[in-house]
């Protein structure tokens, strides 16, 4: 598939207007996950693979855009860390967003 054609049939979160935010009510949370990769992307996105036993395995996120930022920093010092994280993310397949990404020191359990 072609970057013009991923595009098309995925479209850059980045653009979501702040009334295009998912609800509160709507997000899912899960805890004790781990960061399997993160990195930035075109277009200014932000990628996160997590895994959370029983949810999701490997699975890309996107960070909401006006987190980019936070999200990345904070997926690289729980994957560089070796620690776990608590996560509310849009829904648990390929390409939804993370709206928030909590780190778990080795002490919080």
Not at 15 to 33: A, G, H, I, M, Y
Not at 74 to 96: F, H, I, K, Y
Request: net charge negative; glycine share 4%; proline share 4%.
């Amino acid at each position: 598939m072609s970057i013009r054609e991923e595009r098309r049939r995925f479209p850059n979160r980045t653009e979501r207007s702040v009334e295009e935010k998912v609800p509160f009510e709507q997000l899912q949370f899960f805890t004790d996950c781990t960061v399997d990769s993160t990195g930035p992307g075109e277009d200014d996105v932000v990628w996160v693979q997590l895994s959370c036993a029983g949810a999701f395995e490997s699975t890309w996120f996107t960070a909401l855009a006006e987190n980019n930022d936070r999200v990345l920093l904070t997926a690289l010092a729980v994957m560089e860390n070796g620690w776990r994280c608590d996560v509310a993310v849009t829904g648990t397949e390929d390409r939804s967003e993370i709206y928030r990404i909590h780190p778990r020191t080795t002490t919080e359990r």
